[in-house]
Structure formats: structure tokens, C-alpha cells
């Protein structure tokens, strides 16, 4: 109203024209425009394999970067340590557990009395997506890579947020296109355009995953909108496949971890390219860029590493629920900076709506929370006091820095985190008392959620438990060498 009263007052005085109004309005301070956002999201990538978490042995230029510009996370967690409920919890901003979405989705691994089968076990459609919060804020929004929240048609990314979709219902495919003699496993798994076109690709899905986001992108800056993309790579999950090139690299690798490390490369080849093209178009002052991966790496799958931490995919130790995190915001956080305390990937849809002009406490059904007045300091405190996992008859919770686990086959266990990030001495013998307060909290909190979907059939609990105690075996191996820990 100010600027009008200015403007009519100019016009009543006789010096009213067009060029006297335009030079008024330009005197007036403009509205900075909404950032666009970018998250990078891998898959199954180890804690340790990478630069900037110290590994000499994994190329993660383009990252190490990002992290120098942004700022890392040091204790960043997914809500669930598999792929499926973790980007369910991410997509939505809750836990997962509380519409149901307790355990993986994967046909033919279910158990044949628990719930629905196939396709249609996906997340709920009554439940709102970032991609639907961001495109009630203007916003466009893309969705390239592994989806994995349902393969029947009503969970499709087109039908939950995005405008645009590239990638597989699945989750996991093939790096290499899939022809009439090499077929998927599984016909989620094909590679789609937007809805129902089914189209495969030349060259390395990495690199044409990236391609195609900065389609979305460049078409997305020249119509001067802003956008969302969430690229999710299916790097580095198996099947482990790579290219000669990027093989090559790697000399002195052999195995699966010379693939990973070929595999790794190319995820971060493909991030940069992403990354470069902001800064070609000129955008990306004003572009929030997120990288970070779905849970932790299944050592004995894809050779990845979770050093120092023990555990892996699948389980509660911090080796399947700590995840590699960087955020960059050019004007809102200091570059080559750190956040100690901890953060959800929950955290992220809040994050989002309030950074696009929303408010984020108008939110009221979700677990997250904005985290950046906790990183400019206007909240002091942490952004999550307690924090929770569940999957079936195992579950953890952390309160502050103290982390209860409970199993199905033996006595729940304390750690104190970050002191014992090995999660080394169980301290449950010395403090009974925090052991009974925590137990009863977390089943406290069990009881508000719902009945799980679906379940795996119950062999696969004992697999996990099995994998578990494997890896946490090798980390009890190393307590005598803990300051040698090699990456």
C-alpha cells in the first residue's frame, strides 16, 4: 500500500508517467525468490566411503566439495535402516510406523498372512508428500530414479506431488538397459517416463539419471519458476555393475569393492554435473542442494563400509541408521561448517515448505521439524530430544545422548552416543534404572502406531539379527586398534 500511496501522490503532483512509476517501484526493496531445491539421494552407501567422512580409498571430489560449501552433519539418521520405510518417512515427515509402513516392500519375500502382496503395498495415499506441500507453494517438481512407495498405479510419483517422473516404480534395476533378452526381475523395475511410458536408454542409468535432471532443470529456469527435484540414484545398490571406464579407475581394487568404488565414482560424477549446471545457469545462490542416503551400507552385500560404526543395513546399530548428510543454502548457512547434534531425514519435508514461504508449524501431523532455526541459532536447543526406530519385535530409541536397543533374543542393551559410537560397552548392567525409564518410553510410543501392513516372511528377522552380530563382530575385532581405524 505504501508503494501506491507513494506512486498516486507522484501522479497528483503532474509528474505522472510511465517511466516516473517504473523508477518508483524500482526504488522499492524486492522480495528475494523462492530458492529452488535440490536433494541428491543415494542408495546404500556406506558411512565411511567418503571423502569428507575421511576415506582415502573412495573419489568423491564433487561431494567433498559440496560439503566445503555447505555444511555436514555429524550425526544425521534415517527413520528406518531399509529402503522402502526410510524414504517413506523422508517423503512424508513422520514415522513411518504410525500409517504402517513398518517393513520393506518386496514381492515375494512377504510373508503370505500379513496384509497385501506386490504392487499395492505402498505408502497410503491419504498421506501428503513433500512433492505435494512444495507444488501447493508454487513450486515445480520432478522425481528422477528409484521410487520404491508403491508400484500399482495409485502410488504413482504423478499421482502423489510430481509433475514429472523418470525413473522405476521398483527397487533395484539394472545399470544397463533391459532388452527382450535381458530382462528385469520384476516388471516395477522397467524404466518410465512420467506415467505408463515405458522406455529403456543408452549409456550408464547414473549418468542418464542426471542427464535428465538438468533437463527438468534448465527447462525449469528458463520459465523463471521454482523448482524441486529429488534425484534418487539407485547407486550403489546392487546389482554391482560399472563401467570399464570408471573400473579402471581402480587399479589396485579387486571384487565387489572395486565395482562399489567404480559405482561410487560415477554417483559422484553425476552429483557434479548436477551441481555444475546451477552454477552455469546462475542459480545456484539461490538454490538449496541436500545430499544424503537412505540407511546404511550393506557391507555384505555391495562392500561398502560403515567405519567406525558398527552394524549395517537392516539393524539399529549407528552403522544402519547414521546416514552421510550436507546441506547447502549460499546466504542462509556458512560454507565449511558442521552440525553436531542430531537430525532426521524426517526433518527434511519441513525444512522444505518453511524455506518455500511456508509455515512449517502449520504442520501438525508430522515428526520433523524446519531445522534451520536450530542452525542459525534462534532455537538453542536439540531438534530432536528422543528419537525412535521399530521394525517388528526390535526396537530403539535414543534419548539426548543416551541409545536403547532392544532385541528379540537377548537382553536390551545402553550405549551412550557420541562417547561409544562403536556402540562397544553396554552400560545397561550400570544403569538399570535409565534402562527401565527408556524401555517404558519406547512402548510408550509403540502404542500410539498402527499394525503393520505387511511383514517378510519371520526367517529374515533371524538374517538380520545374524548380519548384525557379523558386523558387530568385526568392529569388536578392531577395539584394540581403535585410533587406527583405516578408511
Known amino acids: 500500500m505504501k508503494?501506491?500511496?507513494?506512486?498516486?501522490?507522484?501522479?497528483?503532483?503532474?509528474?505522472?508517467?510511465?517511466?516516473?512509476?517504473?523508477?518508483?517501484?524500482?526504488?522499492?526493496?524486492?522480495q528475494k525468490k523462492q530458492p529452488n531445491i535440490v536433494l541428491i539421494f543415494s542408495d546404500d552407501a556406506g558411512y565411511a566411503d567418503f571423502g569428507f567422512h575421511g576415506s582415502k580409498v573412495i573419489k568423491t571430489p564433487h561431494l567433498d566439495k559440496l560439503a566445503k560449501e555447505g555444511m555436514l552433519f555429524k550425526q544425521a539418521y534415517v527413520s528406518d535402516p531399509t529402503c522402502g520405510p526410510s524414504r517413506a518417512g523422508l517423503m512424508t515427515g513422520k514415522y513411518q510406523q504410525r500409517f504402517g509402513v513398518e517393513e520393506n516392500n518386496v514381492p515375494g519375500y512377504m510373508s503370505?498372512?500379513?496384509?497385501?502382496?506386490?504392487?499395492d503395498m505402498g505408502v497410503p495415499v491419504d498421506q501428503v508428500t513433500m512433492g505435494q506441500y512444495l507444488k501447493k507453494q508454487g513450486y515445480a517438481t520432478a522425481y528422477y530414479g528409484k521410487w520404491h512407495l508403491g508400484g500399482a498405479d495409485k502410488f504413482h510419483p504423478t499421482r502423489r506431488g510430481f509433475d514429472e517422473f523418470y525413473g522405476f516404480r521398483g527397487g533395484a534395476r539394472s545399470f544397463f538397459a533391459y532388452t527382450d533378452k535381458k530382462k528385469p526381475h520384476d516388471v516395477l523395475d522397467y524404466n518410465e517416463r512420467n506415467f505408463g511410458e515405458m522406455v529403456e536408454f543408452e549409456g550408464y542409468y547414473t549418468d542418464v539419471l542426471a542427464d535428465e535432471t538438468i533437463d527438468f532443470i534448465e527447462r525449469s529456469a528458463k520459465k523463471d519458476v521454482p523448482f524441486f527435484t529429488f534425484v534418487a540414484f539407485n547407486a550403489p545398490h546392487t546389482p554391482m555393475e560399472a563401467t570399464e571406464e570408471d573400473l579402471a579407475q581402480f587399479p589396485n581394487l579387486t571384487g565387489n569393492r572395486k565395482i562399489y568404488a567404480a559405482m561410487m565414482l560415477a554417483f559422484d560424477r553425476a552429483s557434479g554435473k548436477i551441481l555444475d549446471k546451477l552454477k552455469e545457469l546462475g542459480i545456484d545462490d539461490n538454490t538449496i542442494v541436500i545430499y544424503t542416503n537412505d540407511n546404511g551400507g550393506p557391507t555384505d552385500k555391495n562392500a561398502s563400509s560403515n567405519l567406525p560404526l558398527s552394524g549395517t543395513k537392516s539393524n539399529h546399530l549407528e552403522g544402519g541408521l547414521r546416514v552421510p548428510f550436507l546441506m547447502k543454502w549460499p546466504g542462509k548457512i556458512q560454507p565449511n561448517t558442521t552440525f553436531d547434534n542430531p537430525v532426521m531425514t524426517l526433518d527434511?519435508?519441513?525444512?522444505?515448505?518453511?524455506?518455500?514461504?511456508?509455515?512449517?508449524?502449520?504442520?501438525?501431523?508430522?515428526?520433523?521439524?524446519?531445522?534451520?532455526?536450530?542452525?542459525?541459532?534462534?532455537?538453542?536447543?536439540?531438534?530432536?530430544?528422543?528419537?525412535?526406530?521399530?521394525?517388528?519385535?526390535?526396537?530403539t530409541i535414543r534419548v539426548g545422548d543416551w541409545k536403547l536397543i532392544r532385541f528379540p533374543d537377548r537382553p536390551a542393551e545402553l550405549y551412550k552416543i557420541p562417547e561409544d559410537v562403536r556402540e562397544i560397552d553396554n552400560l545397561a548392567t550400570d544403569y538399570p534404572e535409565v534402562v527401565k525409564k527408556m524401555y517404558k518410553e519406547l512402548f510408550k510410543w509403540e502404542s500410539t502406531l498402527e499394525r503393520p501392513r505387511w511383514l517378510l516372511k519371520r526367517k529374515f528377522e533371524n538374517v538380520d539379527i545374524d548380519r548384525m552380530d557379523k558386523y558387530r563382530a568385526k568392529i569388536l575385532e578392531k577395539k584394540v586398534n581403535k585410533n587406527k581405524v583405516v578408511l
Open 3 to 30: 508503494i501506491l500511496h507513494s506512486i498516486l501522490l507522484v501522479c497528483l503532483l503532474g509528474a505522472c508517467s510511465q517511466e516516473s512509476v517504473s523508477q518508483e517501484i524500482d526504488k522499492q526493496p524486492k
Open 112 to 119: 503370505p498372512n500379513s496384509a497385501a502382496d506386490g504392487a
Open 348 to 395: 527434511l519435508l519441513p525444512t522444505f515448505f518453511a524455506a518455500a514461504g511456508g509455515d512449517a508449524t502449520s504442520i501438525t501431523d508430522i515428526d520433523g521439524v524446519d531445522l534451520m532455526p536450530y542452525i542459525n541459532g534462534t532455537k538453542e536447543e536439540r531438534p530432536h530430544e528422543v528419537m525412535y526406530w521399530k521394525k517388528d519385535a526390535r526396537a
